[in-house]
């Protein structure tokens, strides 16, 4: 079946621009998450969205950061007026409901955004 | 900061050798994951630890899971050269909710 799908999979763009970044979660998934991975460095969590429940934004570096998940579906984060630092891949993963909490998350190959 | 720290930060192997890698971290667990990482892709699941199990295995896979040490380690046996990936450890913290907090990752590199 089909896998998370993210949009545009690279992104240039100039400092200061705003941008959107678009994942598409496996159907049926609830949990929705958004990682940023700089170069050679793991994954730094922004956001979490489970179900109906208000998301779990402790992980946004800063206000220029938002998301936002439609009807349970599809989500997009927003980067506005760009920094040079904003330089990262930035992944998504989803995961099905949960069931003790012991899910494994199925992730999406990325948007590579640069920033120039 | 990040709650795992994987140990080696690289390893290289010869292809047939088996490869240990490990995983440390600070604050109590749910439980614990490894996913695999190929250049350029997204990370793949390869196995969940839960905080009661000491040990799992999966195929050529092997995970322990000591909490008193706050660690595990992740063994691949009989390495191929497919296994050159970035492996990463990744806690599903006791208190709160079902996010992912992940380590820095090993880059694997299996030498034909």
């Known amino acids: 079946g089909a896998g998370v799908s993210q949009s545009p999979s690279n992104k240039v763009t100039e400092k200061g621009k705003d941008v959107e970044l678009r994942c598409d979660p496996i159907?049926?998934?609830?949990?929705l998450y958004w990682y940023r991975q700089s170069l050679g460095q793991g994954l730094e969590f922004l956001i979490y969205?489970?179900?109906?429940?208000?998301?779990?934004k402790s992980g946004l570096p800063s206000d220029r950061f938002s998301a936002e998940r439609t009807g349970g579906s599809v989500s997009t984060l927003t980067i506005q007026r760009t920094q040079q630092e904003d330089s990262a891949v930035y992944l998504c993963?989803?995961?099905?409901?949960?069931?003790?909490?012991?899910?494994?998350?199925?992730f999406g190959d990325g948007t590579r955004l640069s920033i120039l | 900061s990040q709650q795992g720290e994987e140990d080696p930060q690289a390893l290289s192997i010869q292809e047939g050798e088996n490869a240990t890698m490990n995983c440390s971290y600070k604050?109590?667990?749910?439980?614990l994951q490894w996913y695999r990482q190929n250049s350029g892709r997204g990370l793949v699941h390869l196995i969940l630890i839960r905080s009661n199990e000491r040990e799992k295995h999966s195929g050529r896979l092997r995970v322990t899971l000591d909490t008193s040490k706050k660690s595990s380690s992740l063994l691949i046996t009989a390495s191929r050269a497919a296994d050159t990936a970035s492996y990463f450890c990744a806690t599903d913290l006791e208190e709160g909710n079902e996010k992912l907090t992940f380590g820095t990752g090993t880059r694997l590199t299996i030498i034909p």
């Open positions: 993963a989803s995961s099905p409901p949960p069931r003790g909490r012991n899910q494994p998350q199925h």
């Open positions: 969205f489970q179900g109906n429940s208000a998301p779990d």
């Open positions: 604050t109590s667990i749910n439980n």
């Open positions: 159907s049926g998934h609830t949990a």
